[in-house]
Structures are given as C-alpha cells and as structure tokens.
C-alpha cells in the first residue's frame, strides 16, 4: 500500500483531530501518503481531497471539531452516491481508507467495501459511546467531563433557587452520557432510554427529598428515554408534584465541542496509530477498539449491531448514592 485517505464522518466528537494526527503521523513514519477527504461521505463523493503531511496535522491534537469537516451525507446512502465516491478513491489513487465516525459512518463503509471492495477501516469517534467494540469512543470523555461541568453549574443556581432541573443530555438511542454524567454530578435521577421511566416512582423518589427538606434536586435525562425528552418528563412530573418550581436545560450540542481530555488524547493516538497498522496488515471492514487497554478489531457488522450494553451496577450505584 502507497496511499490511503482519512476522513470524519456523522457528529464530530472532541479527539478527532487528535486521531487524524495521529493517522497522518503513523502512515507518514512509515512511507505512506496520506490523503484528507473534507466533509466526509459527502467530500468524498465531489472530489474534495487534500494533501496531508506530518506538518499539516501540528498544532491541532488539543482543538475540538474536525480539521476535515464532517456531514452527514444523504448521497452517500444512494449506490450511484457510492460509485461517485468509489470512482474518486480509485482517481486519485487510494489503497486504504480510514474512517472515523459512529454507526452511520460505519454503516456506510461496510457497503462500500460491499460493492466496490475498498479496504476500509473505522475508529470509534463519538460521543454516544455507543459502538460494540470499545470501552470508550473518542471523544465521550470529553463530552462527559462538558456535562459534568455544566451540571455543576446548574446545581449552584438549582441550590440558589430551591428549584428542580431537568437536565437533557445527548446520546441518541443510548444512556452513556446520562449514566456516568449523572453518577459524577451526583443526579437525583437518571433517566435512561436501556430502562424504562416511570413517572410515579420519580415522584415519590422526589417527595421522599422534599419530606426530609431536600430545597434542590438535578435530574438527567436522555434525549432518548422512553418517557420523552427533559420538557416532556417535567410536564408529567410537573402535573402531580409541584412543590418547586421546576426548570429545563437542554445541554445541545455545547456536548460536542470544546478541547479534548487528555484521555480522549491518548486513546486518539493509540487507534489512530493502530488503524494504520492494521489496514497495512490487510485488515478491512472492522473498527479498532480498546477493550481492558487492549486494541481489538471487531467488524463493522457487529460494532454496529450490537450496542455496547450500559452498565446496571452503575445504574444501581446511582440509585444508592442518591438515597
Ligand atoms: O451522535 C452524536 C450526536 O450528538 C447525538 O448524541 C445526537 O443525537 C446527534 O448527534 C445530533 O445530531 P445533529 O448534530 O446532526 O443534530
């Protein structure tokens, strides 16, 4: 292999930038060149490439979003998308490709190694945290460590008040960033999609903190849980217990930027460095991971399908910690 091309794909997530360094850096010591496809799916299907050397990746291991842009590519889902974004790889001479992204990002290399057999290898960047196949996404750290900050923060006004907040926070169809996010801010309640709400209980749980003179309380809430997002679940908590006055944050999308953590950083390098590695090796169709801080390739069909499951002893945790 001569020439491989990288690009960020979906949300971006904080760390890869990091990862594109550390691609860049990896293929680049070993003889390889590298080639940066702009705005992902939808960058690769009009031809946007551009050169990448060691130097075009320095100063950008500790900036937030993506050097490379990112979309979400409607195009990329129709097969004369993909042939469009074949035909490129092959003009401008691309062995390898690596793709960092989340499921969608995944979904979409998988048919292009289908119909048109490029090796194609994914990393783990988003903060969902929910791919099979890793301990942590890039960038879930970070997103945590936003929220927690951010929770913190409410908690001071939430105290100031005697208020109750609903929180919500990102994740799409998964509770990662609920559970850790409210276990490390010390939530009263999480509220996860992998569980179902029940209304009544957090009642109860709620009146249980006002009997014993509780005058603030923080509640997380997926913007996945079955019960509806954060406004949707105030409402119905609002309609049978309204001893405090309530409020709603939507966190948005202040969860997707910002500079990575250092853990985000290193766990960048590790499978930036490991994905070139691999597709040298002739690995394709498979997501590099860390697992017990071991790299592990697992394919694309199972990363997919199989969402990591949420941990219910932490869930437990919570729920004994907020007692
Ligand atoms: O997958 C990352 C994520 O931030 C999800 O948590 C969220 O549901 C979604 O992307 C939002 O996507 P968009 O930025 O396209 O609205």
């Not at 760390?15 to 992902?40: D, F, L, P, Q």
């Not at 990662?176 to 409210?182: D, N, P, T, V, Y």
Request: glycine residues 12%; charged residues 25%; neutral net charge.
């Amino acid at each position: 292999m001569k020439k491989i091309a990288i690009l960020t794909s979906g949300g971006d997530a904080p760390g890869m930038n990091a990862c594109i360094r550390a691609v860049v850096r990896t293929a680049r010591y070993k003889g390889i060149e590298v080639a940066g496809i702009n705005r992902g799916y939808q960058g690769l299907i009009e031809n946007d490439f551009v050169h990448l050397d060691s130097s075009s990746v320095s100063n950008i291991i500790q900036r937030g979003g993506t050097i490379l842009k990112s979309s979400r590519s409607e195009e990329f889902r129709s097969k004369e998308g993909r042939v469009k974004a074949a035909n490129n790889l092959i003009d401008n001479r691309i062995e390898g490709l690596i793709a960092i992204g989340g499921d969608g990002t995944f979904t979409g290399a998988k048919l292009l190694i289908e119909e048109h057999g490029i090796p194609i290898l994914g990393i783990p960047g988003t903060i969902d945290n929910d791919l099979f196949g890793t301990d942590n996404t890039i960038g879930y750290d970070t997103a945590l460590n936003t929220v927690v900050e951010a929770v913190d923060k409410i908690r001071d006004t939430a105290d100031a008040h005697g208020r109750l907040f609903f929180v919500e926070v990102m994740g799409k169809d998964a509770g990662f960033i609920a559970l850790r996010s409210g276990l490390a801010s010390g939530a009263e309640a999480i509220l996860v999609p992998e569980t179902e709400t029940y209304i009544d209980q957090l009642i109860a749980k709620l009146q249980k903190g006002w009997d014993r003179h509780k005058t603030s309380s923080i509640i997380i809430v997926a913007e996945g849980d079955d019960a509806g997002g954060a406004y949707e679940v105030a409402r119905k908590v609002n309609e049978k217990f309204d001893y405090y006055e309530s409020k709603v944050t939507i966190l948005g999308h202040i969860q997707r930027g910002g500079s990575p953590s250092a853990y985000d950083r290193v766990l960048a390098g590790i499978l930036g460095n490991a994905s070139v590695e691999a597709i040298l090796d002739g690995k394709s169709n498979a997501m590099v991971g860390l697992i017990n801080k071991k790299v592990t390739l697992t394919s694309f069909e199972k990363a997919i399908k199989h969402h990591q499951k949420l941990d219910q002893g932490l869930l437990k945790l919570a729920e004994v910690l907020s007692y």
